[in-house]
């Protein structure tokens, strides 16, 4: 009876730090946001709100409605099941995706051996824990990695394996500039740089312009389910993640683009700042259908794991080419700052299975 006494304080104990952490640090970017845009703190219809908070307090009773006012006020739409980001954190994907030792597969040095097809860009050179391995992980090392830097067709892509957000990739174009980024890093790939479609490179030729793509494997039928899509553009020279500077542009089921993009604070963008190119000009993402299909294919290559998004991008040959895998600290904030929910018609059904299967743990971004 103690025993069990004490594993019930030990949970409250946890939820409520948890709890208390992921609404402190979703505070602070609200005001945040606020600060820049007052305009965004306007209240949504009040039976919006009353339904918002209705679908959400079974997770936890201390919803706020910041997310849902600033989506609605970027947006024009007031849906309900816009998911509050402070539970998205705390009490959705931490239950979604529990087991964190899933997340090897968003380790950028094993996507080629784990997703079939060259789905992903090739390697050259892995370094893994401090070892260099070549693209098909031969171990290397000396006069070996030597030659393969000379033998590399430049400029390359230097990234960090795991959770870079856009930090640390860079273009070496020679086999010195890349030797000086190795010399101060472990745990990195370096690819063969693709080249993007003339579709994409319109909205920024600096760097690749991917579609961030969002999947779901429900807990009713186990089966793979396309949520959302969205273009992340780069903007003066910035690599497309948001946190880099980038903006993003919401892709409707049918492929069409939509009318306006965002950056990370929710500033909405007409034109492309750098191109110019007008978004209500709504073009159709091409092969789009294809890509879902793709998309699929990847996901359910994917176990353990419910929600699931992976960086795309078109090359200059037509090709759907993966770029990352993402499996925690997932953003919702793309479909549901272009009016749609992220889990749309599943929302009830995730709502119901976190309820009743709670995880009191959350991992925050670095």
């Known amino acids: 009876m103690i025993h069990a006494l004490g594993a019930k304080i030990k949970t409250f104990v946890l939820r409520k730090r948890v709890r208390y952490l992921t609404r402190r640090e979703w ?42 006012r600033i989506c609605y006020n970027i947006s024009g739409v007031a849906d309900p099941h816009m998911i509050p980001e402070e539970i998205w954190q705390s009490e959705l994907e931490s239950v979604l995706n529990r087991y964190d030792f899933c997340n090897f597969l968003a380790n950028k040095s094993f996507s080629n051996r784990w997703f ?13 824990d401090g070892t260099f391995y070549t693209g098909d992980y031969e171990p290397v090392d000396g006069a070996e990695v030597d030659a393969l830097l000379r033998g590399m067709d430049y400029p390359v892509v230097f990234k960090p394996s795991m959770g870079s957000g856009g930090r640390g990739v860079c273009f070496p174009d020679s086999p010195e500039a ?36 969002c999947l779901y494997r429900s807990v009713v039928d186990n089966q793979v389910h396309f949520l959302n899509a969205a273009l992340r553009m780069g903007v003066g020279g910035s690599l497309d993640n948001l946190t880099q ?18 950056d990370t604070h929710g500033l909405r963008f007409d034109r492309h700042p750098d191109s110019g190119l007008d978004f209500s000009v709504r073009e159709v993402v ?55 929910p992220f889990f ?22 670095p």
């Open 27 to 68: 505070d602070k970017w609200h005001r945040d946001v606020f600060a820049l845009r007052p305009e965004y703190a306007k209240p949504c219809p009040k039976s919006s709100e009353k339904e918002h908070l209705r679908l959400w307090r079974p997770l936890r009773p201390d919803v706020s409605l910041d997310t849902l």
């Open 116 to 128: 079939p097809g060259g789905l992903f860009p090739q390697v050259f050179l892995h370094n893994i």
């Open 178 to 213: 890349l030797r000086e980024r190795m010399a101060a890093q472990r745990n990195f790939v370096v690819q063969r740089k693709i080249r993007q479609h003339p579709f994409f490179s319109r909205f920024n030729s600096h760097g690749l312009n991917t579609l961030r793509v």
């Open 245 to 262: 500077g980038g903006i993003v542009r919401y892709v409707h089921e049918d492929g069409r683009l939509n009318h306006y993009a965002v």
């Open 286 to 340: 091409p092969r789009f259908e294809e890509l879902r299909q793709i998309a699929r294919r990847a996901a359910d290559c994917v176990y353990l794991t419910r929600v699931v998004s992976f960086d795309f991008c078109l090359d200059e040959a037509g090709q759907w080419r993966a770029i990352e895998v993402n499996l925690k600290n997932q953003t919702i904030q793309f479909p549901q700052y272009a009016g749609h």
């Open 344 to 365: 749309g018609r599943f929302t009830h059904e995730v709502v119901e299975y976190c309820r009743e299967h709670p995880r009191w743990t959350v991992t925050f971004p």
